[in-house]
């Protein structure tokens, strides 16, 4: 008899312009153990999600205990990122760290219903590591392609994390094409005032 082991999911690549945009979530059985997806407006569903930037700020806004706030910040928007008891390797980053400073995230989206009904998203982080200006291009590059083969496979018939984005979001996918392309250029545009001798 084999037992069925728990895989864990794959963390998803994606920009924190279409992260923010991101509101809807779901489960795919009844089993209340069932993984929590966070449906992204390109068609793909999130368990994880795996994100590098830089950490511009950090903050405990814990009451009673510590419970650190993070903000960090890809060249298309910002993400927040909260740790405490419950991630205390996360919280130990956070509490260590000095922004301003490249960091990678793997965590699981939250979302959370503002007093006004619009949807907050964050990231509760399992794991925060510095990484280098090299690992921070990278990431950009391959979230860009990944992004680019969501929007690509958007209008497929049989994609139904797709379906379910233009239902729950009608949302322009073309502008996370915008965002992908820009960020890029972005990386284009440092590459270049590195390499210009100084005057």
């Known amino acids: 008899m084999s037992q069925s082991v728990p895989t864990r999911e794959v963390a998803?690549?994606?920009?924190?312009?279409?992260?923010?945009?991101a509101s809807y979530t779901f489960k795919e059985s009844d089993d209340e153990r069932a993984p929590l997806y966070l449906l992204l407006p390109t068609g793909e569903r999130a368990n994880r999600v795996f994100i590098v930037g830089t950490l511009t700020e950090k903050e405990d806004v814990g009451e009673d205990s510590e419970y650190w706030r993070g903000r960090i910040v890809d060249p298309t928007g910002t993400f927040f990122t909260y740790a405490g008891q419950y991630q205390p390797e996360a919280a130990s980053a956070l509490r260590e760290l000095e922004p301003p400073a490249y960091v990678a995230v793997v965590g699981k989206p939250r979302t959370y219903e503002t007093d006004d009904g619009s949807v907050n998203v964050s990231v509760r982080p399992e794991s925060i590591t510095t990484v280098d200006a090299a690992t921070r291009d990278r990431w950009v590059a391959e979230t860009a392609a990944r992004t680019l083969d969501r929007i690509e496979a958007?209008?497929?018939?049989?994609?139904?994390?797709?379906?379910?984005?233009?239902?729950?979001?009608?949302?322009?996918?073309e502008e996370y094409r915008d965002a992908a392309v820009a960020?890029?250029?972005?990386?284009?545009?440092?590459?270049?005032?590195?390499?210009?001798?100084?005057?």
Do not use: I, K, T, W
């Open 12 to 21: 998803r690549r994606v920009f924190a312009s279409e992260y923010n945009d």
């Open 154 to 173: 958007f209008d497929d018939e049989g994609n139904e994390y797709a379906r379910m984005a233009r239902e729950q979001y009608d949302l322009p996918v």
């Open 183 to 199: 960020a890029l250029q972005s990386l284009d545009d440092a590459d270049e005032l590195e390499s210009e001798p100084p005057a």
